[in-house]
């Protein structure tokens, strides 16, 4: 056994964290944490100021997810700046379809939906940074190249980022219910939120959003229900069964032990004629707007 009196410590920096230990390496004032990694606003202040869904969580970043944003990052990270439309072929190295997640926790779930369907991209939006490192380390450790990560607001991915009708399907886990009435406004899928998706999601893409929330799973079914753009996937309406594509969270499990009811909603985006209309056979096609 070595001497523990006698045995000088070694220098901080050789020092290696225990699993699950915060790394804190000192740094000069206003010197980013992860230099080459997601910036703490990436869309600065170039667009404007407006109510929000999410309210960013800080919590320290663990010394393997440190290590996964500082190596992975710049290969599989996306900053949401909007200053720029996201040619997703050329972000995801393939042709597959793309379905955008909105906010992802930790990642487990993500992780485990990407390796189960490895010809389908996710590309997992969040702001919380410790779930991006996670999300990162999961999908390095799992060979996992259908993840990639974005950071920052998704109505700023969806408004300025994507080009229209580029994703096969839209998922919302357990988004931040906002249970006190004057704060309703902040919840995520309200009319002019499922307008905006409408136009980047392809004739048939599913909406797929779950909530252990009883009330805001009875705005979101009201919501999905009456918007022109969507239907649901149930002949009879009302909330799907858990499809098994879907794992169960810790989140989730968690919430069933309290006793909540976790609902399911499935709609898929509609085809409405007037919005492509018959091209007479005599005369060429006309382009289609841009909706962007």
Wanted: one cysteine or more.
């Amino acid at each position: 056994m070595a001497d523990s009196v006698n045995t000088p410590d070694a220098p901080r920096s050789l020092r290696t964290p225990a699993p699950g230990v915060s790394l804190r390496q000192p740094r000069d004032k206003g010197e980013p944490m992860f230099p080459d990694g997601p910036k703490a606003d990436p869309a600065g202040s170039h667009f404007e100021r407006r109510i929000r869904s999410f309210q960013p969580r800080r919590s320290r970043v663990t010394a393997g997810q440190a290590e996964a944003l500082r190596r992975l990052w710049p290969k599989w990270g996306l900053d949401i700046d909007g200053q720029r439309v996201i040619d997703l072929a050329e972000l995801f190295g393939n042709t597959n379809p793309v379905v955008l997640e909105i906010g992802f926790g930790m990642g487990e779930a993500t992780a485990q939906m990407a390796g189960a369907d490895p010809d389908t991209n996710i590309l997992a939006v969040d702001v919380h940074t410790p779930g991006q490192g996670n999300l990162l380390n999961l999908a390095d450790r799992d060979g996992l190249h259908n993840v990639r990560v974005g950071n920052g607001d998704a109505i700023i991915l969806l408004r300025e980022m994507l080009a229209p009708d580029s994703l096969d399907g839209l998922r919302v886990y357990f988004p931040d219910p906002w249970p006190k009435k004057r704060h309703h406004k902040r919840r995520l899928i309200q009319p002019e939120f499922l307008t905006l998706a409408a136009t980047r999601l392809r004739p048939g893409a599913i909406v797929h959003c779950a909530t252990d929330w009883e009330p805001y799973a009875e705005q979101m079914l009201e919501v999905l229900t009456a918007h022109p753009d969507f239907e649901n996937t149930l002949p009879h309406g009302g909330f799907a069964p858990r499809p098994a594509f879907r794992p169960l969270t810790r989140f989730e499990g968690q919430g069933l032990d309290k006793g909540h009811v976790v609902n399911d909603l499935l709609f898929r985006r509609v085809q409405h004629e007037e919005q492509h209309p018959q091209q007479p056979t005599d005369q060429p096609p006309t382009e289609r707007p841009d909706r962007g």
